[in-house]
Antibody
Framework: QVTLKESGPGILQPSQTLSLTCTFS??????????VGWIRQPSGKGLEWLAN???????YYNPSLKNRLTISKDTSNNQAFLKITNVDTADTATYYC????????????WGQGVMVTVSS | DIQMTQSPASLSASLGETVTIECLAS??????LAWYQQKPGKSPQLLIY???SLQDGVPSRFSGSESGTQYSLEINSLQSEDAATYFC??????????FGSGTKLEIK
């Protein structure tokens, strides 16, 4: 059974760095072709892909967030991480991590999401 | 970037009816399209990938099709549990991966 769960700070102030953790089970990021992605959704709005990391540590980022994103993984502990630097109120959203089936660019299992609020 | 134009933004239909939601890709995505269902307060769930392949466990009343760069999600025999927001996503080329803006389906 594949499960993913996100964790994060809940609330942070503008200009701080947001650190998110995705803890998963039922699959391994050391499996050939496997990937994990991060997607966010402001309340009542659409979905925005942020980044994803592959089994071989290859990483892809959304160019619209320029150089603010860093994705990483800890394969031995079944975790993936996302950092967003210099947050702004526009980063207030629910953040999801999701599994990417080997060699595929869609998301077949999603976490429950973690709500993050950026406020002074 | 590949733009996904989804329509309609919302629709209302009765139990047992059939509805169609569409996504238009800004360029050829070679059938690399996924559909997700998101119920209020829940995370999205994969319904269809590769334009017409049904994810395991998804009822057969959901189906996907394509015509050129236009992709459609059809839901037959609407049931109350189908009330949700539906999103398309191109999985052909990235970065970035891109989603449609969503269609909110209300069941009368």
């Amino acid at each position: 059974q594949v499960t993913l769960k996100e964790s994060g700070p809940g609330i942070l102030q503008p200009s701080q760095t947001l650190s998110l953790t995705c803890t998963f089970s039922g699959f391994s990021l050391s499996t050939y072709g496997m990937g994990v992605g991060w997607i966010r959704q402001p309340s009542g709005k659409g979905l925005e892909w942020l980044a994803n990391i592959w089994w071989d540590d290859d990483k892809y980022y959304n160019p619209s967030l320029k150089n603010r994103l860093t994705i990483s993984k800890d394969t031995s502990n079944n975790q993936a991480f996302l950092k967003i630097t210099n947050v702004d109120t526009a980063d207030t959203a629910t953040y999801y991590c999701a599994r990417m089936r080997p060699w595929e660019l869609y998301f077949d299992y999603w976490g429950q999401g973690v709500m993050v609020t950026v406020s002074s | 970037d590949i733009q996904m134009t989804q329509s309609p933004a919302s629709l209302s239909a009765s139990l047992g009816e059939t509805v169609t939601i569409e996504c238009l890709a800004s360029e050829d995505i070679y059938s690399n399209l996924a559909w997700y269902q998101q119920k209020p307060g829940k995370s999205p769930q994969l319904l269809i990938y590769d334009a017409s392949s049904l994810q395991d466990g998804v009822p057969s009343r959901f189906s996907g099709s394509e015509s050129g760069t236009q992709y459609s999600l059809e839901i037959n025999s609407l049931q109350s549990e189908d009330a949700a927001t539906y999103f398309c996503q191109q999985h052909h080329d990235y970065p970035p991966l891109t989603f449609g803006s969503g269609t909110k389906l209300e069941i009368k």
